[in-house]
């Protein structure tokens, strides 16, 4: 699940991941994401969230999904072009399984969505 306000944002994240493979649900703010977890049956394996959003930014989303489903965890990548320290910590503290900024590296990108979705792999494996 990628959630940006950003169209050429969601444009290249949904272009990115596709072409290696993954499905997108792209959503243009927290209020919609949030909206769409609560009704899913099937919880996203992977959350990008934008920290800069009008309205609910990334870190209001980030606090209400983790209430939302405290015995669940989903990872969650922040993708901001914020990349002061301030605004990392606060990602991480918040919540954020990993911090990306703007512009990201391909490979680099790739290789944070992997490592994130192989953490989810193996946390579902300890609870069966």
Not at 17 to 22: D, F, I, M, R, V
Request: glycine fraction near 8%; aromatic fraction near 6%; charge should be negative.
């Amino acid at each position: 699940m990628s959630v940006d306000d950003d169209m050429v944002n969601q444009n290249v994240i949904n272009t990115l991941l596709s072409s290696t493979g993954y499905e997108v649900i792209s959503f243009p703010g927290g209020p919609e994401a949030l909206a769409h977890i609560e009704r899913c049956s099937v919880l996203p394996d992977l959350v990008l969230l934008d920290c800069m959003m009008p309205g609910m930014d990334g870190y209001e989303v980030l606090q209400q999904l983790r209430g939302m489903l405290p015995h669940t965890h989903i990872p969650v990548i922040m993708v901001s072009a914020r990349s002061e320290e301030e605004n990392i910590v606060l990602g991480l503290e918040t919540g954020a399984d990993d911090y990306v900024t703007k512009p990201f590296r391909r490979a680099e990108f790739l290789a944070r969505v992997r490592g994130q979705l192989g953490v989810a792999e193996q946390e579902d494996l300890v609870w069966i």
